[in-house]
Structures are given as structure tokens and as C-alpha cells.
């Protein structure tokens, strides 16, 4: 079931949002070889902390820290610990804060150094899927338009999109219904209706889309190795169109 939310719910989820996107400003400058995640996931602790919120992952299904770290092959949820960031490493950084009942959710991809020309295409090819995807939030489409928009795009240059993992209503639960796939058909799934708030975060790999789960039970790496991108965004559908809710001013 979808919850629809108020306008006032919206600015609720805004303020959650804002802290967690000036979180990832806070550690995108800070943001060096030799930090561990687990040094980076403090400063970000703290920060949301002073800000009045709380960090939606700690204790969520078991999670032990305050954000997701995910670094080159990892995609998604890679728990911060003991490993120290290098020159060249492609940092998802995912980020979701709790505060007045509601809860905002973004992640953005940090190109540590200097990498290659191939891992730069992958991450502004990851950034400008999520652009492409936002206008298409608005009454009338279907959630399906989202998940084409950006696989059309993707492909198109030479990248794939995990299929495993999706974006999702958010609100007063980090996950609500609806999914959302970052792949798809025109015109399928559900149509949008004002007062949605979902995530668009498309995670974008440089081979297969395929991915397994490590040992430790949450982090996801790429089956083959190779790099994965990741960005995402909280929207809200609005009479006025998509409302990106997870900006830092
Ligand atoms: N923030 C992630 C998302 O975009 C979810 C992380 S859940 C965790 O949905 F438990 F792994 F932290
Ligand atoms: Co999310
Ligand atoms: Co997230």
C-alpha cells in the first residue's frame, strides 16, 4: 500500500533530506587516502547528530553503522570498517536520516584521485541517468517511464543496471511500497499520483549487472569484479511536478 503524503509531510521529509545531503557535502571535502570508512562513517555520525536527526541505518534489520560505504566492485551496503580508502577508489557513499518522523535518503558516488578516463564515463554516465529520470516524475507517467529512461540511457553506453536491488516509497518507513526499478517498459507498473515520495538511486555497473551478496550478509559486490556507480534522490510528485527533497540548501 502506498502512502500518500501532505504537503507538510513533504517538508518533514525535506529537513531529513537536507541533513543527509549536507552529510554527504561534509564528507565529500573531506574525503582522503588513509581515511577508513569507518573514520568517515563517525564524522557523518556525528554531523546528523548535531543536526537533530538520527541515522536511519543503525539498527535497521541488524545494520551496525550509520551509513553504507561501498568502494570499486562493491554496489550497495558495504558496511564501514577497518579499510582504508586509496587514491583511485570509486566511494558510494548512501546516507538516510530520521528526524520529525520521517525519513530522507540520497547517496552520491566520490572519485578518490586520480582513476581511470573508464571509471569517470561510469559515474557521470550513473549521474546523468538519475538527471534524465528525475523530470519524468510527474502525475500521469508510470513508474515504469523511470526504470526505462534510465536503462534506455545506460546501455546505450555500454553500462548495465542491477536489477537486484530498487528504489522505494519513503516516509515514516525508510522503505515503503512502491518499488522502484531502474529498468523497465514504458507505460508498466503503477501510474504516479501527487503526493508520492519515492528514491530514484540507480546503481550502474561497468560489466555484468549481476551481483552476490559477501559473507558478512549485506554487502553486494559486482559478480565479475568490476566497477559499480551509484546516486540517488528522495522526489516527491507534486502538482507542480518532481520535488527533489534531498538538497543541501
Ligand atoms: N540507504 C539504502 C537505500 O537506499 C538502504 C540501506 S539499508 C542498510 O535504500 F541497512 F543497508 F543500511
Ligand atoms: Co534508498
Ligand atoms: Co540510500
Given at each position: 500500500m502506498i502512502h500518500i503524503k501532505t504537503l507538510e509531510d513533504i517538508e518533514w521529509i525535506r529537513e531529513s533530506g537536507r541533513i543527509a545531503a549536507r552529510t554527504l557535502d561534509l564528507i565529500e571535502k573531506r574525503?582522503?587516502?588513509?581515511?577508513t570508512t569507518e573514520q568517515v562513517d563517525r564524522l557523518g555520525h556525528q554531523f546528523i547528530l548535531d543536526n537533530?536527526?538520527?541515522?536511519?541505518?543503525?539498527?535497521?534489520?541488524?545494520?551496525?553503522?550509520s551509513m553504507c560505504i561501498s568502494i570499486n566492485d562493491e554496489v550497495v551496503h558495504g558496511i564501514p570498517g577497518k579499510r582504508r580508502i586509496q587514491d583511485g577508489d570509486v566511494v558510494k557513499v548512501d546516507v538516510t536520516v530520521y528526524k520529525n518522523g520521517f525519513h530522507g535518503d540520497t547517496a552520491r558516488t566520490f572519485i578518490v584521485g586520480t582513476a581511470p578516463d573508464e571509471a569517470h564515463r561510469l559515474v557521470e554516465a550513473t549521474r546523468k541517468s538519475l538527471e534524465l529520470a528525475i523530470p519524468i516524475v510527474r502525475e500521469g507517467n508510470w513508474l515504469g517511464d523511470i526504470g526505462a529512461t534510465i536503462q534506455e540511457y545506460i546501455e546505450a553506453q555500454g553500462f548495465s543496471v542491477v536489477r537486484n536491488f530498487v528504489g522505494h516509497g519513503i516516509g515514516r518507513e525508510f522503505h515503503e511500497d512502491p518499488q522502484v526499478p531502474h529498468y523497465g517498459r514504458r507505460h508498466s507498473g503503477r501510474k504516479l499520483e501527487m503526493g508520492m515520495v519515492f528514491t530514484i538511486e540507480p546503481m550502474i555497473?561497468?560489466?555484468?549487472?549481476e551481483v552476490k551478496i559477501l559473507k558478512d550478509g549485506w554487502t553486494a559486490v559486482t559478480r565479475d569484479g568490476k566497477l559499480s556507480a551509484q546516486f540517488e534522490h528522495t522526489i516527491a510528485v507534486t502538482k507542480d511536478g518532481p520535488d527533489v527533497l534531498t538538497l543541501s540548501d
Amino acid at each position: 500500500m502506498i502512502h500518500i503524503k501532505t504537503l507538510e509531510d513533504i517538508e518533514w521529509i525535506r529537513e531529513s533530506g537536507r541533513i543527509a545531503a549536507r552529510t554527504l557535502d561534509l564528507i565529500e571535502k573531506r574525503l582522503e587516502p588513509g581515511l577508513t570508512t569507518e573514520q568517515v562513517d563517525r564524522l557523518g555520525h556525528q554531523f546528523i547528530l548535531d543536526n537533530g536527526g538520527v541515522p536511519s541505518t543503525l539498527g535497521y534489520r541488524g545494520y551496525p553503522k550509520s551509513m553504507c560505504i561501498s568502494i570499486n566492485d562493491e554496489v550497495v551496503h558495504g558496511i564501514p570498517g577497518k579499510r582504508r580508502i586509496q587514491d583511485g577508489d570509486v566511494v558510494k557513499v548512501d546516507v538516510t536520516v530520521y528526524k520529525n518522523g520521517f525519513h530522507g535518503d540520497t547517496a552520491r558516488t566520490f572519485i578518490v584521485g586520480t582513476a581511470p578516463d573508464e571509471a569517470h564515463r561510469l559515474v557521470e554516465a550513473t549521474r546523468k541517468s538519475l538527471e534524465l529520470a528525475i523530470p519524468i516524475v510527474r502525475e500521469g507517467n508510470w513508474l515504469g517511464d523511470i526504470g526505462a529512461t534510465i536503462q534506455e540511457y545506460i546501455e546505450a553506453q555500454g553500462f548495465s543496471v542491477v536489477r537486484n536491488f530498487v528504489g522505494h516509497g519513503i516516509g515514516r518507513e525508510f522503505h515503503e511500497d512502491p518499488q522502484v526499478p531502474h529498468y523497465g517498459r514504458r507505460h508498466s507498473g503503477r501510474k504516479l499520483e501527487m503526493g508520492m515520495v519515492f528514491t530514484i538511486e540507480p546503481m550502474i555497473n561497468e560489466g555484468t549487472w549481476e551481483v552476490k551478496i559477501l559473507k558478512d550478509g549485506w554487502t553486494a559486490v559486482t559478480r565479475d569484479g568490476k566497477l559499480s556507480a551509484q546516486f540517488e534522490h528522495t522526489i516527491a510528485v507534486t502538482k507542480d511536478g518532481p520535488d527533489v527533497l534531498t538538497l543541501s540548501d
